[in-house]
């Protein structure tokens, strides 16, 4: 793997993906590019073994799968799923309906709410933009239309209070995001109702067309690869479009080369390599686009009526299934190493790490870290183990959310990051190119599974 090739890859991923709108766009490019095939949610679907396709949910979620050899109603047996998870949303700041606010003096500022948990210090002082998705009147029959915008400049800062006025700062302050979060948008060149100007003129509409819109504020400083070494890659976003966009590019690698071989095996393994991309993990999933929502269970359901599977066929291959959800991990702070547990901790560059909760935040059991350990030694990549510290509660993910609606055999793992949920976070450069090696033998492994899921033999993970 060319680390720096595939870094440099991801980065321009990451500039694509200024909003969870605009990353599943980015991921649709690449998927069509591969030849799959668009399945709206809304229209009947007609596959078939060996097909490849995919549907979207809201704009902000995708599920893409591959159809192998022998998953069809004559396949037999081995029937089942092997997923990769990862999220399209990351902590910013929502701009409200109702999106400015007036003075003091000839001010202008936008009036924004948070959205998930993010650094709140670490979007002051730089140059911002708003990305999203924007709903417009079409026509004169009414009809509505949606539309993404991604406003291509500095337009927005959130200055910081100058020293003199706050000589705590150094000693520790609480944000009110109502006061101290709100970006200056003019400082009277500007008048109320010029944002939604701004969104007209952009989209080549009137600000009367605009009907509804979801925009969010966008970090403008450019992903990098940095380091005398060129060890280190920084980017808004890294949580979680690394993973999103490895495990992606995991799922396109596993299928190209059986595509490509005349000697494949006709009967094939039987199973289904499926790819899901959900939004809104960073405010909890509960969402119809989210992870706990229907959508996951449903398009797994659909396949399975599609390739004229039954119920019992289906609860089957959900028995024998295997997911890795893919969101990212923290590595040892460099001046805090005391904030990570002193033997289950992650470094960068140093490959993927495996996640594990006591109280069941992640999804990783013995079973499951087994599996996904013995893929990576077969991949030949490093693996790393992290667990918060006994005392500090930590985060959690999307995989055993998805997991309540269906219950599947899964890990949880991530590549180890700096400042996660900063609006500018830190990776290592080698990592990215780990998790793609580790995820695309995963996708390409022949996984049997048996009822205790207990025992896997060794040369079906091939």
Same mark, same amino acid.
């Given at each position: 793997?060319?680390?720096?090739?595939?870094?440099?890859?991801?980065?321009? !991923?990451?500039?694509? /993906?200024?909003?969870?709108?605009?990353?599943?766009?980015?991921?649709?490019?690449?998927?069509?590019?591969?030849? !799959?095939?668009?399945?709206?949610?809304?229209?009947?679907?007609?596959?078939?073994?060996?097909?490849?396709?995919?549907?979207?949910?809201?704009?902000?979620?995708?599920?893409?799968?591959?159809?192998?050899?022998?998953?069809?109603?004559?396949?037999?047996?081995?029937?089942?799923?092997?997923?990769?998870?990862?999220? /399209?949303?990351?902590?910013?700041?929502?701009?409200?309906?109702?999106?400015?606010?007036?003075?003091?003096?000839?001010?202008?500022?936008?009036?924004?709410?948070?959205?998930?948990?993010?650094?709140?210090?670490?979007?002051?002082?730089?140059?911002?933009?708003?990305?999203?998705?924007?709903?417009?009147?079409?026509?004169?029959?009414?009809?509505?239309?949606?539309?993404?915008?991604?406003?291509?400049?500095?337009?927005?800062?959130?200055?910081?209070?100058?020293?003199? !006025?706050?000589?705590?700062?150094?000693?520790?302050?609480?944000?009110?995001?109502?006061?101290?979060?709100?970006?200056?948008?003019?400082?009277?060149?500007?008048?109320?109702?010029?944002?939604?100007?701004?969104?007209?003129?952009?989209?080549?509409?009137?600000?009367?067309?605009?009907?509804?819109?979801?925009?969010?504020?966008?970090?403008?400083?450019?992903?990098?690869?940095?380091?005398?070494?060129?060890?280190?890659?920084?980017?808004?976003?890294?949580?979680?479009?690394?993973?999103?966009?490895?495990?992606?590019?995991? !799922?396109?690698?596993?299928?190209?080369?059986?595509?490509?071989?005349?000697?494949?095996?006709?009967?094939?393994?039987?199973?289904?390599?499926?790819?899901?991309?959900?939004?809104?993990?960073?405010?909890?999933?509960?969402?119809?686009?989210?992870?706990?929502?229907?959508?996951?269970?449903?398009?797994?359901?659909?396949?399975?009526?599609?390739?004229?599977?039954?119920?019992?066929?289906?609860?089957?291959?959900?028995?024998?299934?295997?997911?890795?959800?893919?969101?990212?991990?923290?590595?040892?702070?460099?001046?805090?190493?005391?904030?990570?547990?002193?033997?289950?901790?992650?470094?960068?560059?140093?490959?993927?790490?495996?996640? $594990?909760?006591?109280?069941?935040?992640?999804?990783?059991?013995?079973?499951?870290?087994?599996?996904?350990?013995?893929?990576?030694?077969?991949?030949?990549?490093?693996?790393?183990?992290?667990?918060?510290?006994?005392?500090?509660?930590?985060?959690?993910?999307?995989?055993?959310?998805?997991?309540?609606?269906?219950?599947?055999?899964?890990?949880?793992?991530?590549?180890?990051?700096?400042?996660?949920?900063?609006?500018?976070?830190?990776?290592?450069?080698?990592?990215?190119?780990?998790?793609?090696?580790?995820?695309?033998?995963?996708? $390409?492994?022949?996984?049997?599974?048996?009822?205790?899921?207990?025992?896997?033999?060794?040369?079906?993970?091939?």
């Amino acid at each position: 793997m060319d680390h720096i090739n595939i870094s440099e890859e991801l980065l321009r !991923f990451i500039e694509k /993906s200024p909003s969870m709108f605009h990353t599943i766009r980015t991921i649709r490019e690449y998927l069509d590019a591969a030849g !799959f095939a668009y399945l709206p949610e809304t229209d009947s679907w007609d596959i078939a073994e060996g097909g490849k396709y995919y549907t979207v949910r809201n704009g902000s979620s995708i599920v893409a799968f591959r159809i192998g050899k022998g998953a069809g109603i004559a396949g037999g047996k081995g029937y089942r799923f092997k997923l990769c998870a990862s999220h /399209s949303d990351s902590p910013t700041y929502k701009v409200k309906n109702v999106p400015e606010l007036e003075g003091p003096g000839e001010y202008l500022r936008l009036n924004v709410e948070g959205y998930g948990g993010m650094i709140d210090s670490s979007w002051l002082d730089r140059p911002l933009t708003v990305a999203g998705k924007v709903l417009v009147r079409k026509g004169v029959n009414g009809s509505i239309v949606s539309k993404l915008v991604y406003i291509d400049e500095d337009i927005l800062l959130i200055p910081n209070v100058a020293i003199h !006025f706050n000589r705590d700062i150094n000693k520790g302050y609480k944000y009110d995001r109502q006061v101290d979060l709100c970006p200056l948008f003019s400082a009277g060149a500007l008048k109320k109702g010029d944002f939604d100007k701004m969104i007209a003129d952009e989209l080549g509409v009137g600000s009367d067309d605009i009907l509804g819109k979801d925009l969010y504020l966008v970090n403008r400083q450019k992903p990098c690869i940095w380091g005398r070494k060129s060890e280190f890659i920084s980017a808004p976003r890294l949580d979680d479009l690394q993973c999103a966009f490895a495990s992606m590019k995991a !799922f396109l690698d596993a299928g190209s080369d059986a595509e490509n071989d005349a000697e494949a095996d006709a009967e094939g393994d039987g199973s289904v390599n499926v790819y899901c991309c959900f939004d809104n993990e960073e405010v909890g999933s509960n969402t119809k686009q989210g992870a706990m929502s229907t959508f996951l269970p449903t398009v797994l359901e659909r396949i399975s009526a599609g390739l004229g599977r039954t119920g019992e066929d289906h609860a089957r291959a959900i028995a024998g299934s295997f997911m890795v959800s893919c969101d990212n991990a923290h590595a040892m702070h460099p001046n805090h190493p005391e904030k990570t547990d002193a033997e289950n901790r992650a470094f960068i560059n140093k490959g993927v790490v495996i996640k $594990e909760s006591a109280a069941q935040k992640y999804t990783t059991d013995a079973f499951s870290r087994a599996l996904f350990r013995s893929i990576c030694e077969k991949a030949g990549v490093p693996v790393q183990d992290f667990a918060n510290r006994s005392g500090s509660p930590g985060g959690s993910t999307l995989g055993n959310l998805s997991n309540i609606q269906v219950s599947l055999h899964a890990v949880d793992i991530g590549l180890p990051q700096l400042a996660m949920h900063s609006s500018y976070e830190t990776a290592g450069v080698k990592d990215t190119g780990y998790a793609v090696d580790a995820l695309t033998k995963f996708y $390409e492994a022949d996984i049997r599974i048996d009822d205790e899921g207990a025992n896997i033999r060794d040369d079906d993970i091939s």
